[in-house]
C-alpha cells in the first residue's frame, strides 16, 4: 500500500485509514519488462492524527489523475486490457461518483492510450460513442450512447483467437459470464453464463482473472477466482 500511495507519515497518514482498488498490470514496454498498474483509492482524503482530512500531492499535480465525481472512477477500475492487435491499452471505468442512481451509474465507460504513452496523462483518448468515436477530450457526457458496457461486475477483455473475436469475462455474484464484441470499443452481446460456483460457507465469490496465454488457440480458457478466501481455478472447453 504505501508503496502506491506514498504516505505522508509526518502528518499521521496511516495504512488503516486506505482502502486500495487494483485491477490488472498491463504491459506498456516488453523490452524493458515494464508495466503499469490503473487503481483506485478508495478514500479520497486521508486522516491526520488530530482528524483533520488531508489531501497531497501523490499521482499527480492534484494527487489523482482523474476525479471519482466528475470522471468515470478511476479510469481502469473495471479493468484494463493491453490490445494484441494494436499499440493501445484500453481502460474501463464506472460511472463518476456524481451519477448515484440506477440505471445510470451501472454504465462503463472507456479510454485508451498507446502503451508506450501510458505515463503521459495529455496523449489519453476517451471514447464519446459510435458517432463521434475517440476524442483526446476528457469525457464529460454519460449516456448509453458514450458508454460501452451496462451492469457489469469487474472483469477481463481477452482476445479469442479460437472464435476470432474479443471477450469481456467478469463475475455476477457466483456466476462467471461471458461477453463478445468485434473490437474493445464493442458492440458487446448479451451476456452467457458459463460457470456458478457454489459459494463456501455462503461467503462472496468475487476477483474473477482470465489466464488466455495458457492456451492460445482460444480452444479453452482458464479463469481463477476467490470464494470465500479460497482461490479456485476453472477451464472452459468450447465447442
Known amino acids: 500500500m504505501e508503496q502506491i500511495c506514498f504516505l505522508e507519515k509526518e502528518q499521521g497518514e496511516r495504512t488503516i485509514w486506505l482502502g486500495l482498488g487494483g485491477t490488472s ?9 515494464t508495466g503499469a498498474v490503473y487503481y483506485l483509492v478508495e478514500s479520497p482524503k486521508f486522516k ?8 497531497t500531492e501523490r499521482l499527480g499535480d492534484n494527487g489523482y489523475w482523474w476525479g471519482r465525481k466528475g470522471e468515470p472512477k478511476v ?3 473495471r479493468g484494463p486490457y493491453r490490445d494484441v492487435h494494436s499499440e493501445y491499452i484500453y481502460i474501463l471505468g464506472n460511472a463518476p ?24 496523462l495529455s496523449k489519453y483518448e476517451y471514447w464519446w460513442g459510435r458517432e463521434e468515436g475517440w476524442k483526446s477530450d476528457s469525457l464529460t457526457t454519460f449516456t448509453a450512447e458514450t458508454a460501452v458496457l451496462w451492469g457489469v461486475g469487474q472483469g477481463q ?17 457466483a456466476t462467471v459470464l461471458l461477453r463478445s464484441a468485434p473490437s474493445p470499443e464493442g458492440p458487446w452481446s448479451a451476456a452467457k453464463e458459463i460457470y456458478t460456483a457454489t459459494p463456501i460457507d455462503e461467503g462472496l465469490v468475487y476477483a474473477g482473472v482470465a489466464y488466455p496465454y495458457l492456451d492460445e488457440s482460444g480452444k479453452t480458457l482458464t479463469l481463477a477466482f476467490t470464494n470465500n478466501n479460497h482461490i479456485q ?3 472452459v472447453t468450447f465447442v
Open 25 to 33: 498490470l498491463v504491459e506498456t514496454d516488453y523490452a524493458n519488462a
Open 48 to 55: 491526520s492524527t488530530d482528524g483533520v482530512p488531508i489531501v
Open 75 to 77: 479510469r481502469g477500475c
Open 97 to 120: 461518483g456524481k451519477i448515484a442512481s440506477w440505471p445510470d451509474n451501472a454504465y462503463i465507460y472507456q479510454a485508451r492510450v498507446k502503451a508506450a504513452d501510458a505515463f503521459d
Open 157 to 173: 477483455i481477452v482476445y479469442s483467437q479460437y472464435f476470432k473475436t474479443y471477450f469481456y469475462v467478469h463475475l455476477e455474484g
Open 233 to 235: 481455478v476453472i477451464r
